[in-house]
């Protein structure tokens, strides 16, 4: 399989922190991968280096989509980083609560428009005829995740876990190659996380979009992780399979005096 992710010695400081430290990482296509560790442990760090939100201190990030060249992006701003194929959603969730669960969707849209949001505002008959697919594709990948019934509810009266799953929505909806979640399962109740569970595994083999996710709940990390790898105060302390993972002494020490699902 090829690697579509890669990044080599990442290395994020934060005054004295050192919230990544020389952190190797890859994710072949088609994979699903779990990043996991302690509270604090630099996850979100992670995601936050290889999306543009923060320059790492050191080290590089290299992606390889499936149909074009192997790139580093490091420095990258994030609109860049998304419109080369790479789509997140974030820990806390980030949606436009007043906006409709539609429209929610047609914000990630946009980035794969060539009017963007300046023609959105002329409205010449180019950008209408694009605004017009922009709604259609929009509401297929409603149809996709569920959520279609909803496409004209506002964001903020959805149920928590819909909002997370609208979230994934509109980070499809930027066609990514490579899906990274922050936490998507947290807050969610045991039959919320079974259908999360579901629908990830959905887009991994419908859609052929890869995907890496921070996660604490341990039982839907080990169900379908292809990949784990494991982080502790900033360093990679373990990666391997599922079975591997859960019985390696050095992830055990690491979770020891933390709950497991923490
Ligand atoms: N913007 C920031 N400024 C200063 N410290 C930060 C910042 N973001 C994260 N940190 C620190 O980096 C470490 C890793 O945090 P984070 O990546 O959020 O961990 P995790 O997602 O694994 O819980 C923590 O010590 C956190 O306090
Ligand atoms: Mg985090």
Redesign the pocket.
Known sequence: METILETKNLTMN??G?K?LDRVDLDVRQGEICALI?P????????F?CITGI?PPSEGDVFISPPAGKRKRINGLPVHRVTARGLARTF?NIRLFPDMTVLENVMVGRHCRTKAGVLGAIFRDRITRKEEKAVVTRSYAILERIGLADLANALARNLPYGDQRRLEIARALATEPFLLLLDEPAAGMNPRETEALEELILRIKTEEQISILM?EHDMRMVMSISDRIFV?DY?KKIAEGTAAEIWENPVVIKAYLGEEFDA
């Open positions: 934060f005054g922190i919230a560790g509270n604090g442990a630099g996850k979100t760090t992670f936050n923060y820990q921070i982080l900033g």
